[in-house]
């Protein structure tokens, strides 16, 4: 008494496709819940005819093919490797019960043998070429990953440049205030004032401001930051180390940062620029 592969195969083709499509939908991994059903009806027909192949002609050509492709996709849809070795493994636990009811006994382990045989190939077959391509991807984004860097880099250094050409060398003064706090200052700001830098970080601008105009500027920057626009300039009396006043034209930008509970700012970033007025709005150097 012989076994048709062939026969047993095409009479529960439609049966075995639909129970493994279901079977993926629900039982694999979030991955595969997320897949329509006619995808994976496409997948599990495409896995069924490789399989039919190899069962019944012994023929590997379709499951290779197979396992080239859905590695692939796989992969690169961040599957994982032990969840598509499952996939693969529902195929036996629906096909063998059926086997067990209509295969001659005398033939039975045979057939069970010639199934886990299948299987064992395709699944090391595929987990094979699924580590490959996993190495692959990881090298090159990792080549990738130092091509950015190194680009980044060099970007990084042309900012330089043309940040010390913009700010460092130029005649006006510049610098960022966190809340009321200095946190940066260029050269200019501390000729202008008569400072080092280090004597000027992290104290408030009103240390450098005419006391008369104190409640001036402390208003104005407060206000015009929290609008979050291009202010107009406005003048006030800056105070030096030698304790002179003179008279300052000024231009800030605020920048929001973090909402509060009625109010609009946490912190406030300002970029001012000072320049000296000679006779009237003319820049000093």
């Not at 059903?37 to 019944?56: H, K, N």
């Not at 490959?132 to 060099?154: C, F, G, P, W």
């Not at 706090?181 to 700001?189: S, T």
């Amino acid at each position: 008494m012989g076994f048709n592969w062939e026969k047993f195969l095409k009479k529960h083709r439609d049966e075995i496709v639909l129970e493994w499509r279901n079977r993926l939908k629900n039982d694999v991994s979030e991955h595969y819940a997320q897949r329509s059903p006619e995808e994976l009806s496409m997948t599990t027909i495409r896995a069924f005819d490789s399989f039919y192949q190899v069962l019944a002609h012994k023929n590997y050509a379709l499951i290779n093919d197979f396992i080239n492709e859905i590695t692939k996709i796989r992969l690169e849809a961040g599957f994982r490797l032990d969840d598509v070795q499952k996939a693969f493994e529902i195929y036996r636990q629906i096909l063998i019960p059926i086997l067990v009811k209509e295969s001659p006994v005398i033939l039975l382990c045979e057939n069970i043998e010639a199934v886990n045989t299948n299987l064992a190939y395709t699944i090391h077959r595929f987990s094979n070429h699924f580590q490959k391509m996993h190495d692959k991807y990881i090298n090159e984004y990792a080549k990738q990953l130092e091509k950015d860097v190194a680009e980044r880099t060099s970007e990084l250094r042309k900012s330089e440049d043309k940040y010390k050409t913009l700010v460092e060398d130029i005649s006006d003064g510049y610098l960022a205030l966190y809340g009321e706090k200095i946190a940066f200052v260029n050269p200019a700001f501390c000729r202008m004032h008569g400072y080092q830098a280090e004597e000027i970080l992290h104290k408030s601008i009103l240390s450098f401001v005419s006391k008369e105009h104190h409640e001036n500027v402390s208003a104005i920057i407060d206000r015009e930051g929290r609008k979050g626009i291009e202010p107009e300039a406005f003048e006030y009396l800056r105070l030096t180390k030698k304790k002179q006043c003179l008279p300052t034209e000024i231009n800030f930008k605020g920048i929001p940062m973090f909402p509060v509970i009625n109010k609009l700012l946490l912190f406030l970033i300002l970029f001012l620029a000072f320049s000296n007025p000679f006779i009237s709005r003319l820049k000093l150097s």
